[in-house]
C-alpha cells in the first residue's frame, strides 16, 4: 500500500543551537549536503511509489525539515505538536496550519508532545515514548482524540530523547528497538508486545539505525546501521539504505524526515 509522507526541504537548516546530546553548533552544518541527502531521501519514497506533499520552510527555523515532530495524523485526524524547547515552538502551529487550510480535523494540543517523534502507530495501537520531550499527558490526550489505546513508554537515555530514535514499526504488528534506551518496566513491556521484534545493538543505534521508515516490505534506513540491514535482510525485507549525515548533526535521520498522513481508515 503505497503510504502518504510530508516533508518540509531543509532550506533553513542550520545547527545553531542544542537541545538535544547530537547538535555541536560550534561544529556547524553544510546547508547545501543536507538538501542534496534530503532530496536522496524524498527520491527513494517516490521511487518506492510513495506520495510525498511538502511543506514549506520557513526562516528562522532550522529544524523544521524533522516534520516527524509536526503532528500525529492516525485515522484523518491531526493531533498538533507542542514543543518542548522554545526555539522550535513556532514549528507546531505552521504544520496545524497546513493541514487545517487542507480540510483536515485538528487538534490543538494542550500538553507538550513532538509529534511522530514520540507517537509510533501500529495497527491497533499506538506507542507512545516519555522521558525528554513529550508529557505523559499528552499520551492520555492523544488517546482521547484519536480513540486509539496508547502504550506509554519511557526513555533513559538522553541521546534517544525521542521515541524514533530508539524504535520503529517494521509493520502493523511488530517492531525495531534498541532495549538500553527503556526503563526496565517499558523494556519488559516491549519483551512482552513484540516477542519476535529485530533487537539492535548500540553500534546501530549510535548512527541513528532506528530512525528508520518502513512501509511493511522496504525499510528506508541509515546507511551506517550495517548490523540492523544485515539482520532486516535475513527477516526478508528489502533494505534501501540513505545516507543522511549531514541531519544526523541535528540529532534526526530519516523518519525525522517524514510524517506520515494516516487517512481514514
Ligand atoms: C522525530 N524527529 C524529528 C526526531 N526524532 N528528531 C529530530 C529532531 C531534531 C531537533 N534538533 C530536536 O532536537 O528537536
Known amino acids: 500500500m503505497p503510504k502518504h509522507f510530508l516533508m518540509c526541504r531543509p532550506d533553513y537548516f542550520t545547527v545553531e543551537y542544542a537541545i538535544n546530546p547530537w547538535m555541536h553548533p560550534e561544529a556547524g552544518a553544510d546547508r547545501e549536503r543536507a538538501?542534496?541527502?534530503w532530496e536522496g531521501l524524498k527520491s527513494a519514497y517516490e521511487e518506492l511509489g510513495h506520495q510525498v506533499s511538502l511543506i514549506d520552510p520557513?526562516?528562522?527555523?532550522?529544524?523544521?525539515?524533522?516534520?516527524?515532530?509536526?503532528?500525529?495524523?492516525?485515522?484523518?485526524?491531526?493531533y498538533g505538536a507542542r514543543f518542548a524547547y522554545p526555539q522550535r515552538a513556532a514549528e507546531g502551529p505552521a504544520y496545524l496550519r497546513w493541514f487545517a487550510e487542507r480540510g483536515y480535523p485538528t487538534m490543538e494540543p494542550s500538553h507538550v508532545n513532538e509529534g511522530e517523534g514520540d507517537f509510533l502507530t501500529l495497527d491497533e495501537v499506538i506507542l507512545a515514548g516519555t522521558g525528554f520531550r513529550t508529557d505523559v499527558v499528552a499520551h492520555q490526550e492523544a488517546q482521547e482524540y484519536l480513540g486509539r489505546p496508547v502504550v506509554s513508554l519511557t526513555l533513559v537515555d538522553p541521546r534517544y530523547y525521542h521515541l524514533d530514535t530508539?524504535?520503529?514499526?517494521?509493520?502493523?504488528?511488530?517492531?525495531?528497538?534498541?532495549?538500553?534506551?527503556?526503563?526496565p518496566g517499558s523494556l519488559a513491556v516491549l519483551r512482552r508486545m513484540f516477542p519476535d521484534a529485530v533487537v539492535a545493538t548500540a553500534e546501530d543505534a549510535a548512527v541513528l539505525g532506528l530512525n528508520a521508515v518502513s512501509d511493511g516490505t522496504n525499510v528506508v534506513i541509515n546507511a551506517e546501521a550495517t548490523n540492523l540491514q544485515l539482520e532486516l535482510k535475513r527477516r526478508g525485507y528489502e533494505v534501501i539504505p540513505v545516507d543522511l549525515s549531514e541531519l544526523r548533526?541535528?540529532?534526526g535521520g530519516p523518519k525525522c524526515c517524514t510524517l506520515e498522513i494516516r487517512g481514514e481508515n
Not at 520557513?58 to 491531526?78: K, S, T, Y
Not at 530508539?166 to 525495531?176: E, K, R, S, T
Request: glycine share 14%; aromatic share 12%.
Open 166 to 183: 530508539a524504535l520503529f514499526p517494521l509493520d502493523g504488528h511488530n517492531v525495531a528497538y534498541y532495549p538500553e534506551a527503556f526503563s
Open 58 to 78: 520557513i526562516e528562522g527555523l532550522p529544524d523544521m525539515v524533522f516534520a516527524a515532530n509536526g503532528a500525529l495524523v492516525v485515522g484523518g485526524r491531526v
Open 249 to 251: 548533526k541535528a540529532g
Open 35 to 37: 538538501i542534496r541527502q
